[in-house]
Nanobody
Framework: QVQLVESGGGLVQAGGSLRLSCAASGRTFSNYRMGWFRQAPGKEREFVAAVSSSGGSTYYAASVKGRFTISRDNAKNTVYLQMNSLKPEDTAVYYC???????????????????WGQGTQVTVSS
């Protein structure tokens, strides 16, 4: 079992930056692949980014590649999402998720993740 708590959301102007954090409980954090997803009003939840358990591999949605960076600190049981050059279309509730081992190839699928945080709102004004 792992519990996830996101923080760092807020209101920012287009072109600005935010850093989201996700603090995880439990001693096995370093075994989990971690992901960020987002859901805008009236839309389905979509994959944003993922990082392997060691932090050595990262994956991004095409819409955020080059602007967002996912990272993790296993000593602090925390995963981060640095978001730069934000656009109004990035407005959504952002969720942190944990995928326990054994992990499949489908890092982009919400169904691969067993544990979810409560979400944090990110609003980008134009």
């Amino acid at each position: 079992q792992v519990q996830l708590v996101e923080s760092g959301g807020g209101l920012v102007q287009a072109g600005g930056s935010l850093r989201l954090s996700c603090a995880a409980s439990g001693r096995t954090f370093s075994n989990y692949r971690m992901g960020w997803f987002r859901q805008a009003p009236g839309k389905e939840r979509e994959f944003v980014a993922a990082v392997s358990s060691s932090g050595g591999s990262t994956y991004y949605a095409a819409s955020v590649k080059g602007r967002f960076t996912i990272s993790r600190d296993n000593a602090k049981n925390t995963v981060y999402l640095q978001m730069n050059s934000l656009k109004p279309e990035d407005t959504a509730v952002y969720y942190c998720a944990a995928d326990p081992p054994p992990q499949s190839y489908h890092y982009y699928s919400a169904q691969s993740y067993d544990y979810w945080g409560q979400g944090t709102q990110v609003t980008v004004s134009s």
